[in-house]
């Protein structure tokens, strides 16, 4: 069932289930029992009532993020190494989007960075880092990537409750000088720019988040509102 659904659109019928079983040469209750399984893995919506039977549905990438999310909640990490997973996917996301090819995702870079540049409130952060790594994420057309890293954003989201170590300057420097790298086009220096910025910072704050606090605090770069 679960390639019958691949072989076929989005959201195209697959048949009833006298049809699915019948095609399949299993009973009916076999064919039950793989729904809810492939239900359950977001691939297959059962409608009832006329016009009812299965259809099939590619599963949704934020869905797959809260449990993938919810799974390593539920392991022993350490924090330690969510800073560093975290910071080392910003790194590569950073070069990859320099390999981008369309002008117009690298000028609404360039309007985030403005933004960003011009923020003088830290209650404006969360908004703009989000914006920022959307962005980088419509640069990028690596799906698998692009699900391990939001998988490591929100662990460190999870993690993360009282971090300090990017004050507001600090943050705007880091996220203008990172985004100009980026739109230079040139992924060495991208990736350079935000080891450099970002994560040799966190990594300083395994340690303790105490020796880097400053009177304007934000949280931990990178780290979901």
């Known amino acids: 069932m679960r390639e019958m659904i691949f072989a076929l659109p ?3 019928f697959l048949g009833s289930l006298a049809d699915i079983a019948q095609a399949l040469g299993v009973g009916i209750v076999t064919v039950q029992q793989t729904a809810r399984v492939l239900e359950h893995e977001g691939l297959l919506e059962v409608r009832r009532g006329p016009g009812g039977g299965y259809y099939g549905r590619r599963p949704d ?15 022993p ?8 997973i975290t910071s080392l996917l910003f790194n590569e996301l950073c070069a990859a989007a320099a390999d981008c090819h369309d002008d117009g995702l690298y000028e609404g870079l360039g309007t985030i960075g403005f933004e960003i540049g011009q ?32 998988v490591a954003l929100r662990m460190a989201e999870a993690r993360v409750t009282d971090s300090r170590g990017f004050g507001l300057a600090r943050w705007r420097e880091s996220r ?9 086009r040139d992924p060495p220096l991208a990736r350079f720019e935000a080891n450099r910025r970002n994560r040799e910072v966190v990594l300083a704050l395994r340690p303790g988040f105490a020796d880097f606090a400053s009177d ?4 931990t770069p990178f780290a979901q509102p």
Do not use: K
Request: hydrophobic share 45%; with cysteine.
């Open 61 to 75: 990438i934020a869905s797959l993020e809260r449990s993938l999310a919810s799974y390593l909640r539920s392991r």
């Open 119 to 150: 923020c003088a409130d830290a209650s404006h952060i969360a908004r703009l880092e989000t914006a920022l790594q959307e962005h980088l994420f419509a640069m990028v057309d690596r799906p698998l990537f692009e699900l391990l890293t939001r």
């Open 216 to 219: 304007e605090t934000v949280s």
């Open 77 to 84: 990490t350490s924090l330690e190494e969510v800073l560093d």
């Open 176 to 184: 203008v000088e990172i985004i100009a790298a980026i739109r230079r």
């Open 10 to 12: 989005d959201g195209d």
